[in-house]
T-cell receptor, first 113, second 112 residues
Framework: AQSVTQPDIHITVSEGASLELRCNYS??????LFWYVQSPGQGLQLLLK??????LVQGIKGFEAEFKRSQSSFNLRKPSVHWSDAAEYFC???????????FGAGTRLFVKA | KAGVTQTPRYLIKTRGQQVTLSCSPISGHRSVSWYQQTPGQGLQFLFE???????NKGNFPGRFSGRQFSNSRSEMNVSTLELGDSALYLC???????????FGPGTRLTVT
């Protein structure tokens, strides 16, 4: 069965430092992959998506993610974190067979001054 | 283009009551999905509607039901509310054939 694992429940980084959030997926075929961000009390906002082609995808707010098939990973990165990036981040995989989206448990990002 | 809207944003109900939540998708989006989000269980898929038909269903009891209207607006109903139904209920819409979803702000349901 398809699954998404985000190994880190929470991460704390200093403002201005780089960020990498990990995501591993289990899927038989080439997956459709997504990263969403959720601010407290809000809905989820799509940061970026990967369907095919270039394995490094750019998203909004300065985020990027790299698809690595050999590692079944789709890690999210940002070179310099801002205090406003503090939120919860969800990795998700699209099930091409049933049009379902499977979400990871999320990683909460804390940013310290 | 207006985003996904959900009403009401906050709701307080008593155990045993029923509740109806509403979702208006982005114009042109015919698929609407509902999710329940709780601190303990995370994001759980409830169901998806496409062109007024339920296309996918998650693993929730029959107390949770939904429907979609011809204008793609969707409602979700929970009957005989339990304390454990307290959650943020999120609605998401997407274009037919696309995988990326666009979420509304959610309805915060509190059951007392």
């Amino acid at each position: 069965a398809q699954s998404v694992t985000q190994p880190d429940i929470h991460i704390t980084v200093s403002e201005g430092a780089s960020l990498e959030l990990r995501c591993n997926y289990s899927y038989g075929a080439t997956p459709y992959l997504f990263w969403y961000v959720q601010s407290p009390g809000q809905g989820l906002q799509l940061l970026l998506k990967y369907f095919s082609g270039d394995t490094l995808v750019q998203g909004i707010k300065g985020f990027e993610a790299e698809f690595k098939r050999s590692q079944s990973s789709f890690n999210l990165r940002k070179p310099s974190v801002h205090w406003s990036d503090a939120a919860e981040y969800f990795c998700a995989v699209g099930d091409t067979g049933g049009f379902k989206t499977i979400f990871g448990a999320g990683t909460r990002l804390f940013v310290k001054a | 283009k207006a985003g996904v809207t959900q009403t009401p944003r906050y709701l307080i109900k008593t155990r045993g009551q029923q509740v109806t939540l509403s979702c208006s998708p982005i114009s042109g989006h015919r698929s609407v999905s509902w999710y329940q989000q709780t601190p303990g269980q995370g994001l759980q898929f409830l169901f998806e509607y496409f062109s007024e038909t339920q296309r996918n269903k998650g693993n929730f009891p029959g107390r949770f039901s939904g429907r979609q209207f011809s204008n793609s607006r969707s409602e979700m109903n929970v009957s005989t509310l339990e304390l454990g139904d307290s959650a943020l209920y999120l609605c998401a819409s997407r274009i037919a054939g696309a995988y990326e979803q666009y979420f509304g702000p959610g309805t915060r349901l509190t059951v007392t």
